[in-house]
């Protein structure tokens, strides 16, 4: 069974920073896309950032600039630093990741518990 195992949310002042980490835990034999979205209280679910196994990337236009996608395929980890941030940014950020756990099977959508950010004075 996969897990994506979040970390690294809290609360932060304007302007701040937060790096959230996810990690794939469990039975994997690949991961090809992996991507942050978060949903803010009344509102839904969006995407944040996503990046493909050779490390193309992909941002929402309010997050340009601003936040970093990066991940680190030996350890099945995929991060977001996310700078200058705002009232705005304040969210339950979700790990996303494709996960095909044996050759034989196709990629399952796979998501983590999500972490809470917040952004306020």
């Known amino acids: 069974q996969v897990q994506l195992v979040e970390s690294g949310g809290g609360l932060v002042q304007p302007g701040g920073s937060l790096r959230l980490s996810c990690a794939a835990t469990?039975?994997?034999?690949?991961?090809?896309?992996m991507g942050w979205y978060r949903q803010a209280p009344g509102k839904q679910r969006e995407l944040v950032a996503t990046?493909?196994?050779?490390?193309?990337?992909n941002y929402a236009d309010s997050v340009k600039g601003r936040f970093t996608i990066s991940r680190d395929n030996a350890k099945n980890t995929v991060y977001l630093q996310m700078n200058s941030l705002k009232p705005e940014d304040t969210a339950v950020y979700f790990c996303?990741?494709?996960?095909?756990?044996?050759?034989?099977?196709?990629?399952?959508?796979?998501w983590g518990q999500g972490t809470q950010v917040t952004v306020s004075s």
């Open positions: 469990g039975s994997i034999f690949s991961i090809y896309g």
């Open positions: 990046i493909t196994n050779g490390g193309s990337t």
């Open positions: 996303n990741a494709e996960i095909r756990t044996a050759i034989y099977k196709g990629a399952d959508d796979c």
